[in-house]
């Protein structure tokens, strides 16, 4: 079960954290995966993965830029001739209480969380529609419904993404396309790691699984959302938070 055999996904912000546990996953579950990032680290992720057995190449793309975009979807299509699945990972964060927050700060999480998705499921859509067949998953998170303090901006893209979910599904359902997006919640990542062993103590403590999360727990939660097997599955938003918000 949930195999992703001879299936051509795309994964937005995949060099690191979330988005390379997501590549590993279905790598291992015998995908061929698109690497997108804005930072050249994704060409190391990607060669590590792929030393590991792993069907996966790098693109550098910015998921804001129409151009950029298409232009990779382009190649993709020219090498492979289908895009099957789209995982819309990619994301900035810019906290700042909001009476500190500053324009930019506002723009740049919006333009990169939300706005982004208009650009690349825009992109890729018409094809799966034109297969048959299609996955889009984006990622929320558990701050769309507990808010925090210091992320409206995140906090507000995070909303968007589980409404823009529950919307495109209605539109595309008759097409064999999915749509779901995925609330993590207290996941290990670069800024956890950052974290002092209090906070992380505390924040672990709030989760009735007893630990912080993995970038693998979150990939086998995307790997569900893209299989086969979940077909009847859209326009939900599966809450992957080791029980911290239950619903």
Same mark, same amino acid.
């Given at each position: 079960?949930?195999?992703?055999?001879?299936?051509?996904?795309?994964? $937005?912000?995949?060099?690191?954290?979330? #988005?390379?546990?997501?590549?590993?996953?279905?790598?291992? =579950? #015998?995908? %061929?995966?698109?690497?997108?990032?804005?930072?050249?680290?994704?060409?190391?992720?990607?060669?590590?993965?792929?030393?590991?057995?792993?069907?996966?190449?790098?693109?550098?793309?910015?998921? $804001?830029?129409?151009?950029?975009?298409?232009?990779?979807?382009?190649?993709?299509?020219?090498?492979?001739?289908?895009?099957?699945?789209?995982?819309?990972?990619?994301?900035?964060?810019?906290?700042?209480?909001?009476?500190?927050?500053?324009?930019?700060?506002?723009? %740049?999480?919006?333009?990169?969380?939300?706005?982004?998705?208009?650009?690349? &499921?825009?992109?890729?859509?018409?094809?799966?529609?034109?297969?048959?067949?299609?996955?889009?998953?984006?990622?929320?998170?558990?701050?769309?419904? &507990?808010?925090?303090?210091?992320?409206?901006?995140?906090?507000? $893209?995070?909303?968007?993404?589980?409404?823009?979910?529950?919307?495109?599904?209605?539109?595309?359902?008759?097409?064999?396309?999915?749509?779901?997006?995925?609330?993590?919640?207290?996941?290990?990542?670069?800024?956890?790691?950052?974290?002092?062993? =209090?906070?992380?103590?505390?924040?672990?403590?709030?989760?009735?699984?007893?630990?912080?999360? %993995?970038?693998?727990?979150?990939?086998? =939660?995307?790997?569900?959302? =893209?299989?086969?097997?979940?077909?009847?599955?859209?326009?939900? $938003?599966?809450?992957?938070? #080791?029980?911290?918000?239950?619903?």
């Amino acid at each position: 079960m949930f195999r992703l055999d001879n299936r051509i996904a795309i994964v $937005t912000g995949g060099a690191q954290g979330i #988005g390379e546990g997501i590549c590993k996953v279905f790598c291992e =579950a #015998g995908a %061929t995966v698109a690497l997108w990032d804005v930072r050249d680290s994704g060409e190391e992720t990607a060669k590590t993965i792929k030393e590991s057995g792993g069907k996966i190449f790098f693109q550098k793309v910015d998921v $804001t830029d129409r151009g950029s975009v298409q232009n990779a979807v382009d190649h993709i299509l020219a090498l492979h001739g289908k895009i099957d699945i789209l995982i819309n990972n990619a994301g900035v964060i810019r906290d700042r209480s909001f009476l500190k927050m500053n324009e930019e700060e506002w723009n %740049t999480v919006i333009n990169v969380n939300l706005n982004s998705l208009f650009v690349t &499921t825009k992109a890729v859509l018409p094809h799966m529609k034109e297969a048959g067949y299609g996955r889009i998953i984006s990622a929320s998170s558990v701050n769309a419904m &507990t808010g925090a303090f210091g992320q409206t901006n995140y906090a507000a $893209t995070k909303a968007g993404i589980q409404g823009f979910t529950r919307s495109l599904c209605k539109e595309v359902g008759k097409y064999g396309v999915t749509v779901n997006c995925i609330a993590p919640g207290f996941i290990k990542s670069e800024m956890s790691d950052s974290m002092p062993d =209090a906070v992380i103590e505390a924040g672990v403590k709030l989760i009735p699984a007893g630990r912080i999360g %993995t970038p693998a727990d979150m990939g086998y =939660a995307y790997l569900y959302l =893209a299989s086969e097997e979940a077909g009847f599955v859209s326009g939900i $938003t599966l809450h992957a938070n #080791g029980g911290a918000y239950a619903i």
